[in-house]
């Protein structure tokens, strides 16, 4: 088992009571009771953090209280106290330290962990949990995840994002600077089957274990190769290289090179 270095990043054990609700869970099951996501299902209980993702207490200082876990997302939060004296959880970046000041402004200074508007950012840059629209943040937003800055042009921004991909985004947009924190989130190693159940994962079964009336894939003496030509689903839909990204999106057209 290879799991994250926690005890010397977080700082509290314990969630801010007021900014957690527990979310109720339906096992991969629709409002008839189906299962229309397979292998889901149990897993240890867990309250939901409530993110402020858009930050919108513009030219507030805060500061960060707490470095902590959260069990639905891969990187860390921290716990922000603003100077009229609301707290608020915000997605933590790599080097942020608790006694840390931050500030969400249109022009606020080059420090990590500060949000400003993307424009104001030099080509370079390294940002993180990144507006698409005034919806909040959407890009960037797991663990070590960033988003280089390449170029300004005439009302828009490009970014290279982690996948390779190179895109445009409006510059009025905010990003916060730095990278996602806990970096190290991809060398981890469950070790066992429980620790998928603890995660509410259930086993799946392979297509070649099963009988030809249950997936493509099934029957034969033995083990036996796919049997046919192109790689299916439990529904006979073909995947492992088709393309499903809809030939009109509308975002197509802010898209330079895709990944």
């Not at 099951?29 to 149990?42: D, F, K, P, Y």
């Not at 083990?223 to 990204?245: L, S």
């Amino acid at each position: 088992m290879i799991i994250p270095d926690y005890g010397s990043v977080l700082t509290a054990s314990k969630p801010f009571k007021k900014l957690v609700k527990r979310i109720k869970k339906h096992s991969g099951r629709n409002n008839s009771g189906r299962i229309t996501v397979r292998h889901q299902g149990g897993g240890n209980l867990r309250l939901y953090r409530m993110i402020d993702f858009k930050q919108t207490k513009l030219n507030i200082p805060a500061k960060i209280e707490t470095i902590e876990y959260d069990p639905y997302r891969s990187g860390f939060i921290a716990l922000a106290l603003y100077h009229d004296g609301e707290r608020r959880y915000i997605l933590a970046s790599k080097n942020m330290k608790v006694g840390d000041e931050i500030i969400i402004s249109e022009k606020a200074s080059l420090k990590e962990g500060n949000r400003l508007a993307i424009k104001n950012v030099p080509v370079g840059y390294s940002v993180y949990n990144i507006e698409l629209d005034k919806g909040g943040g959407k890009i960037a937003r797991a663990a070590g995840s960033y988003a280089q800055i390449l170029a300004h042009d005439n009302g828009w921004t490009q970014l290279k994002l982690s996948s390779g991909e190179i895109r445009k985004i409006l510059w009025d947009n905010f990003v916060s600077l730095g990278q996602t924190s806990n970096p190290d989130h991809g060398l981890t190693n469950i070790g066992k089957a429980g620790g998928s159940r603890m995660r509410g994962i259930r086993p799946t079964v392979r297509g070649t274990a099963m009988n030809p009336c249950d997936h493509p894939y099934g029957g034969g003496e033995g083990r036996q190769p796919r049997g046919t030509r192109r790689p299916k689903t439990k529904w006979g839909k073909i995947t492992g290289g088709r393309k499903t990204r809809k030939k009109k999106k509308w975002s197509n057209k802010l898209i330079i090179k895709r990944r």
